[in-house]
């Protein structure tokens, strides 16, 4: 069965510095797909940023970019000027790509990011 | 563009009582559709998913059900609810545009007194 594994319960970074967060998986599947979603305070998940494992260029959205080693099943997420609207629990996902039918996400534990002045 | 919508946002329930969580979506068609739990400060549990009108798969048996009267409808449910069902439930969905990626509701926060 896949694992998700996020060592870090807790992150701290001053504003506007970079913080990464570390996420590993267990897998014997050689395509998949890798998430991190954000769970703000008010506990809606939303998505920050995918990576195809077929695709060895790294995924970016904005301030945010993975670094996503396939070998070593690593994925982490480097948020880059981080703005106090980044503090919130951060979960790595990933799962299976969808054959028809409904392919299941498997989280990680989370990652509390707390950003301060 | 796609919108989940869950009702109700917040809800306070006695042991024993009923429960009917809604979720809808709009902007697709024929979307897979899912719930999941969040108990504080913990990770999150898939309980049901749907990938059609009356297809219900369920993850964890518990006291909750799930239904699909609709396409874009998806309710869990409880005949009688436990202290343990406390938590926050999350709906998901994934559509035809992009098959590989759930996206998520608002949520409700379900308190069990």
């Known amino acids: 069965a896949q694992t998700v594994t996020q060592s870090q319960p807790e992150m701290s970074v001053q504003e506007a510095e970079t913080v990464t967060l570390s996420c590993t998986y267990d897998t014997s599947e050689s395509d998949y797909y890798l998430f991190w979603y954000k769970q703000p305070p008010s506990r809606q998940m939303i998505l920050v940023i995918r990576q195809e494992a077929y695709k060895q260029q790294n995924a970016t959205e904005n301030r945010f970019s993975v670094n996503f080693q396939k070998a070593a099943k690593s994925f982490s997420l480097k948020i880059s000027d981080s703005q106090l609207g980044d503090a919130a629990m951060y979960f790595c996902?990933?799962?299976?790509?969808?054959?028809?039918?409904?392919?299941?996400?498997?989280f990680g534990t989370g990652t509390r990011l707390q950003v301060t002045l | 563009s796609q919108t989940i919508h869950q009702w109700p946002a917040t809800l306070v329930q006695p042991v024993g009582s009923p429960l009917s969580l809604e979720c809808t979506v709009e902007?697709?068609?024929?979307?897979?559709l899912y719930w999941y739990r969040q108990a504080a400060g913990r990770g999150l549990q898939l309980l049901f998913y749907s990938v059609g009108i009356g297809q219900i798969s369920s993850e964890v048996p518990q006291n909750l059900s799930a239904s699909r009267p609709q396409d874009r409808q998806f309710i869990l449910s409880s005949k009688k609810l436990l202290l343990s069902d406390s938590g926050f439930y999350l709906c998901a969905m994934e559509s035809g545009n992009d098959p590989n990626t759930q996206y998520f509701g608002p949520g409700t926060r379900l308190t069990v007194l």
């Open positions: 996902a990933y799962r299976t790509p969808t054959t028809g039918t409904a392919s299941k996400l498997t």
């Open positions: 902007g697709t068609s024929n979307p897979n």
